[in-house]
């Protein structure tokens, strides 16, 4: 049993920051005898977030990698789509391109300080989509090895209407729980209640009834760790906190309808009971009791195939609980499903190229899992485990 309690001590940082580096990413040389490139951003409104990037830093120094240390901030990226030109905003960003080119690793640490920063810059952010769309064509093709870290910033906390205390609270108990042995336990069963399946299809007291194809695409599992087998067909992705068991639907596949109680969505806003309909895998309707207008934006600001099914995925996180829109612990919460929606290229190994990819979670407390008619899940939890 994962021991809980409060702020991570230095001694926990140092640990997982090894574990991270080493264990997780497996940062070091390369095939041809030189050493990695590890770009590392990070929130830097949070000490506790810089101190603990200073960590993973010094653990890519310890196995002779290069790195390049960014801070990065909500305040700033405002700032920037507020000041810059809009012909400067709709041109490639040639040092995003250069690094996209040629780092090895990607880290980043954080959240958004302030995940409401886009709000009245719908028009400038979807300028500069196309770019982000490419750049992250770019780090896909390359095999580019990631992880997203996150980590309980303050004014996140504050922007999902979340006690700070408690936010952090949960955040890092969730972080606690990602290399644990309940987790890993969660992940095999549902690893292998997908694996081989062709229709999967949730069902719940809300009305949802959605069904979609799985057929010959990878179960895919984010349990803390690459392994060789992962690095060697291509899932080059992590997110911390872990905890999950993912698949990218066949595309086209998706029809009926899903309702979620809650979405929010970093940069727009927060929806309350919103309701989508999916024919031939694209969302074709939506309505929402509170909200539906920051789905509208979200869709007029994103670009390709960002209204088109992408995910199914399942929480495994025991240690994770609702912050109210941190999506990389709201989607590992064990009892839950998430269906998304953009892109998928790169680790999903899916086609849908987008600008965004769109979390949306589901509790399963009322609701199933099928797997070709076979129930994997009940109530939101697994049935043969």
């Not at 849908?352 to 070709?372: F, Q, T, W, Y």
Request: charged share 30%; hydrophobic share 35%.
């Amino acid at each position: 049993m994962v021991e809980m309690a409060g702020e991570l001590t230095d001694k926990e940082m140092e640990e997982l920051a090894g574990k991270l580096i080493r264990e997780s990413l497996k940062v070091g040389r390369k095939p041809d005898g030189s050493f990695e490139a590890v770009r590392i951003t990070y929130n830097a409104t949070d000490p506790t977030c810089e101190r603990f990037a200073l960590k993973v830093e010094e653990e890519c120094w310890k196995v002779g990698a290069h790195t390049l240390l960014l801070p990065y901030s909500s305040a700033r990226q405002k700032a920037r789509f507020t000041l810059s030109p809009e012909e400067s905003l709709a041109q490639m960003n040639p040092m995003a391109e250069a690094l996209a080119k040629t780092i090895d690793v990607s880290i980043y640490i954080g959240e958004e300080d302030n995940p409401n920063w886009s709000q009245n810059l719908t028009d400038r952010v979807k300028l500069a989509a196309p770019h982000k769309q490419k750049l992250r064509e770019i780090l896909d093709q390359r095999k580019v090895r990631w992880v997203y870290f996150g980590w309980p910033i303050p004014g996140a906390a504050e922007g999902y209407g979340c006690p700070v205390e408690k936010f952090r609270e949960i955040f890092f108990n969730s972080i606690r729980f990602s290399f644990s042995e309940e987790v890993r336990r969660l992940c095999h069963y549902y690893r292998q209640a997908l694996e081989g399946g062709d229709q999967v299809t949730i069902r719940a007291e809300d009305g949802t009834n959605l069904t979609f194809n799985i057929k010959g695409r990878p179960i895919l599992v984010d349990d803390g760790y690459l392994s060789e087998e992962d690095i060697a067909r291509g899932d080059v992705g992590l997110n911390i906190p872990s905890g999950e068991v993912f698949v990218a639907p066949l595309e086209e596949t998706a029809e009926g309808v899903i309702k979620f109680g809650r979405v929010a969505i970093p940069g727009f806003g927060k929806i309350r009971g919103l309701k989508l309909v999916f024919r031939e895998g694209r969302v074709v309707e939506y309505e929402a009791q509170e909200g539906v207008e920051v789905f509208s934006r979200f869709l007029e600001a994103n670009t390709g195939d960002k209204d088109r099914i992408a995910e199914l995925g399942i929480g495994c996180n025991p240690g994770a609980e609702y912050t109210g829109g941190s999506i990389i612990v709201d989607e590992k919460i064990y009892g839950t499903i998430h269906i998304a929606i953009g892109s998928n290229t790169g680790a999903y190994h899916g086609k849908n190229k987008a600008s965004s990819h769109l979390d949306m979670i589901k509790d399963m407390s009322r609701g199933e899992l099928l797997v070709d008619g076979e129930t994997v899940m009940r109530g939101g939890k697994p049935v043969n485990l």
